[in-house]
């Protein structure tokens, strides 16, 4: 059973695009929803992450929208280029003390030049 | 500060072979954690520790097992290798409390025949 449901599973853009990348959680206990960016052949990094007391968060062109009532949260990648074609995982970490850090299904993002 | 390091890069193994995939740190995380990848399933969290000592079960533990004797180790042990298994292992270390970074390692990509 998936805890953190990821859509879409992949996602073309044209260059400047805004490709946007929703998450969707079942358990409140959750204290914190990173998202990583993994390259081919590479281990994921983290991108960008939130709380869930802040509603947006912005680095750069990438901005986290958080709907705590609705339990979603969503990536959003302003003028898209092709170097931020890569997959896409969402996260979210449990409040409890073992801190267990759960991760979505995946994005796989193609930015077309 | 090589990071996560992990250890082999690539394996291929015959059903029933066993074999320990290797994963040290250096940056003194108390936090260790093994996921596998697949296509369409995302990362999902197979065993974790939160110190040496102390290990627990994650998403997917079956088949596989771990130890902590030390901060820097946490291998992972196939016991008899089954083709279920053939997937990409990422481990990932990362301190305690707070909104910290989780820093995963290159992977091990395993074929089990």
């Known amino acids: 059973q998936q805890q953190v449901k990821q859509s879409p599973q992949s996602l073309i853009v044209q260059k400047g695009g805004i490709p946007i990348i929703n998450c969707a959680y079942e358990n409140t206990a959750f204290d914190y929803f990173p998202w990583y960016q993994q390259f081919p052949g590479k281990g994921p990094a983290l991108l960008i992450a939130?709380?869930?007391?802040?509603s947006e968060k912005k680095e750069g062109r990438f901005t986290i929208s958080f709907n705590k009532s609705a339990k979603q949260f969503s990536l959003h990648i302003m003028d898209s280029q092709p170097g931020d074609s890569a997959t896409y995982f969402c996260?979210?970490?449990?409040?409890?003390?073992?801190?267990?850090?759960?991760f979505g299904q995946g994005t796989t993002l193609q930015v077309k030049p | 500060n090589a990071g996560v390091t992990q250890t082999p890069k690539f394996q291929v193994l015959k059903t029933g072979q066993s074999m320990t995939l290797q994963c040290a740190q250096d940056?003194?995380?108390?936090?260790m954690s093994w996921y596998r990848q697949d296509p369409g399933m995302g990362l999902r969290l197979i065993h974790y520790s939160v110190g040496a000592g102390i290990t627990d079960q994650g998403e997917v533990p079956n088949g596989y097992n771990v130890s902590r004797s030390t901060t820097e180790d946490f291998p992972l042990r196939l016991l008899s290798a089954a083709p279920s298994q053939t997937s990409v292992y990422f481990c990932?270390?990362?301190?305690?409390?707070?909104?910290?970074?989780?820093?995963f390692g290159p992977g091990t990509r395993l074929l089990v025949l």
């Open positions: 996260a979210a970490r449990s409040s409890s003390n073992t801190g267990k850090l759960i």
């Open positions: 990932a270390s990362r301190r305690g409390g707070g909104l910290v970074v989780q820093y």
């Open positions: 940056m003194n995380h108390e936090y």
């Open positions: 939130i709380r869930p007391d802040v």
